[in-house]
């Protein structure tokens, strides 16, 4: 198992990527190997602060990093050594199975899209993210940011790679797929979603209909799908909203001693709930439909995001997540 990690990318590199690395290397399959592409004395500094380097990561250097308020295509095209960059092309190249970034999101899908082409019967590409719901059972929704614009049969086929990721990943056995609008009923959306309602009904997959914003978090609903610029607005709410209710627990709490003791004596409860909202531990956004595995973390990415992220790479790779993809789209769009 090969994965080219961006040690550039992120708010926080090289020091939580690389932090975040070498606990993958002590902990996962000792078959794994890292290559961590970027600035090399800027990685090999923080590399010495955790001891031995392990025998199964390498650093391989890159001149140039991709900032996050970078244009994606103008960074990707100007930047032909960039971190984000070269650990694509390793892929391309057959040197590594899979990469990984906390960087520019927007260039990693440029360069994953451009550089690996997409899979057979995949149109364009989808970032999907997996979030918590109340039952325990994960929600993964998609695309959250790849593509502002979607087509009836382009939705249809983010349904298709998100139910292949829901049961090879996170074990759906038969995963429920929902397509999001604003009402449960057929007859509600746009033209575009009704025609992928039409689409998904009739094809092979566990499909419940059209499924609205708060059924993302109920945990009947295991994929839910729809556009970029939907995706994206749902994504980052949530994670505003999740930010808002720790701010406001931790003013009410202050308020007065006796809230203050309480909450002393609910912090295990409090540790549980945190954990369990915690988004780290779905291990990024996966780039689903590119002829390679390619996983991006969010920019604020501390070492525990980083290191499931590329435990998530590992394992969509260990599992032939791609083809798995290509054969579920032949069944669903009729493509292969």
Partial sequence: MRIAVDAMGGDFAPLETVAGSVRAARELDPLTKLYLRGDRAAVEAELRKHGPVPAKIEVRHATETVGMDEHPALAIRKKKDSSIGRAVDMVKAGEADAMMSAGNTGAVVVAATLKLRTLEGVDRPAIAAVMPTVSGRPCVV?????????????????????????????????????????????????????????????????FRGNVEGHDLFEGATDVAVCDGFVGNVV????????????????????????????????????????????????????LLGVNGVCIITHGASRSNAIFHAIRVASESVYHHLNAAIVEELGKACGKT
């Fill in 235 to 286: 994504l980052k709410t949530a994670e505003s909203v999740a930010r808002a209710i720790g701010h406001w627990m931790k003013i009410e709490f202050k308020a007065s001693p006796a809230r203050m003791f309480g909450a002393l004596m609910l912090t295990g409860a409090l540790r549980s709930m945190k954990k369990r909202m915690d988004p780290d531990m779905y291990g990024g956004a996966p």
């Fill in 142 to 206: 998609l695309d959250v940011g790849a593509n502002v614009d979607s087509s009836a049969a382009r939705l249809a086929e983010f349904a298709a790679m998100g139910a292949v990721y829901s049961r090879i990943i996170l074990g759906r056995e038969n995963p429920v797929v929902g397509l999001l609008s604003i009402g449960g009923e057929d007859i509600k959306g746009n033209d575009t979603t009704k025609e992928a309602f039409s689409m998904l009904e009739s094809g092979p997959l566990n």
